[in-house]
């Protein structure tokens, strides 16, 4: 980690939990996973379509995991980096929007396929530069807090600006209320972007022992031998084997999202309430996740993924009774596995930057997501094809058999942090 004078330290914690806090109410708000999802089948998208766009946003992230962390950790400065990543994506929302107010189903599948790859890419891009920035700039400890407090008091801006959209357009027609919600989300992509710019970095030129750089342009051959190689160091082949079995983990709010606008697109109350629930997942998992992960990562994991798997057969159990017509039982159902899920995304990401040594960090975290994505692609296709051919239901069995085979794989391989070696 980079020696960041003390006085620095102190300005740049609070600017960067301000920028992380407005980033999580856009991304809340114009959700990829939940609102994307539930408007591309309010635009009566095919539902394969709609479930293969977490396919197509996968792809995305997986081409900046492969071809672009070498260039990206040779970047010297990154949060100029990382905030046109947060006007992108900003951007791609409204440009969603744009095209679906044509009406043509077509030109709008067109539309939220290429929305979907390029969220996919910035989302990509930026996290892994702002992974290595904080690993840089700030304390194992104010990462972990900085995070929940990201989560809590993003949750809680989300929660109530989307009552308030929903109070002020709710006499509107449904694509007005759902155009006003991405374009508060909008707003918001562009104070972060901005907000991030105040933060002091140090580059490594600024360092007293300047690391070598790694090359920024390498063959896809050398990419792949890249990630190939992590398998040499005994740290990331156990973090692999705990990371896989929790894809499926991470697609349950996206197909829990899908399932719920199959039901519920036509409601005046469908969107709001998912974002409601969504968000309150995020305010609910910050303090919860904070208490158990100070202690366990792999108490948070193995508990999340339990979670998961139980709360898709309480609400399977509904569905095939034929009483799941409540949007109060799918918003339910949408707070738990949010809960559940973004309690498992950070306490693998801080297991990560606990485990994994700086010289490897970056290239350790691509090689990881690659991995990860390939996977996520083909799982994501299946399910959407699933959900497509029979029914959404279905999918969300094989995710709860999966979210069973991954709380048993963390319980194993996550150990206490103590033991845990710091290199291969």
Request: aromatic letters at 8%; proline letters at 4%; charged letters at 10%.
């Amino acid at each position: 980690m980079v020696e960041v004078p003390s006085n620095l330290a102190k300005r740049n914690v609070p600017v960067l939990t301000g920028q992380s806090i407005l980033s999580q109410v856009a991304w809340t708000l114009g959700s990829p996973s939940v609102v994307l999802p539930f408007l591309a089948v309010s635009f009566e998208l095919p539902m394969f379509i709609a479930g293969a766009l977490v396919s197509v946003r996968m792809v995305g992230s997986m081409i900046a995991d492969i071809f672009l962390a070498q260039m990206l950790a040779a970047k010297q400065q990154k949060k100029r980096g990382i905030a046109l990543t947060e006007f992108a994506v900003g951007v791609c929302l409204i440009l969603a929007i744009a095209v679906a107010a044509t009406g043509v189903v077509p030109l709008i599948a067109v539309a939220f396929v290429s929305v979907f790859f390029l969220i996919g890419l910035f989302d990509e891009i930026q996290g892994l530069m702002y992974a290595d920035l904080l690993g840089d700039h700030v304390q194992s400890k104010s990462r972990m807090i900085m995070r929940y407090v990201q989560l809590g008091v993003g949750g809680l801006g989300a929660i109530g600006l989307a009552l308030l959209v929903h109070e002020i357009t709710k006499g509107n027609p449904p694509f007005s209320r759902h155009s006003t919600m991405i374009a508060v989300s909008f707003g918001f992509f562009l104070l972060s972007g901005l907000s991030i710019l105040a933060m002091f970095e140090i580059g490594q030129r600024d360092q007293q022992v300047q690391a070598s750089k790694p090359s920024p342009k390498l063959s896809l051959a050398a990419n792949i031998k890249g990630i190939l190689d992590m398998f040499d160091h005994a740290w990331f082949r156990r973090y692999m084997v705990m990371r896989i079995p929790l894809v499926f983990v991470s697609l349950s709010v996206p197909f829990f999202a899908l399932i719920a606008a199959e039901a519920h697109h036509a409601s005046t109350r469908g969107l709001t309430a998912l974002i409601v629930s969504s968000a309150s997942g995020y305010l609910v998992a910050a303090p919860l996740w904070q208490l158990v992960n100070m202690k366990s990562h792999r108490a948070v994991m193995v508990t999340g993924t339990l979670m998961v798997a139980i709360t898709g057969v309480v609400l399977l159990t509904f569905h095939y009774l034929h009483i799941d017509h409540d949007v109060h039982l799918h918003a339910a159902a949408l707070f738990v596995v949010t809960v559940a899920s973004t309690g498992v995304s950070s306490a693998r990401k801080l297991y990560f930057l606990d485990v994994a040594p700086k010289a490897q960090r970056v290239q350790g975290a691509a090689a990881v997501k690659s991995i990860a994505r390939v996977t996520a692609v083909v799982i994501s296709a299946t399910l959407a094809g699933i959900a497509h051919l029979h029914e959404v239901a279905l999918a969300i069995d094989i995710i709860i058999l999966a979210s069973l085979v991954a709380s048993v794989a963390c319980y194993r391989i996550v150990v206490p942090p103590a033991k845990e070696p710091a290199h291969s």
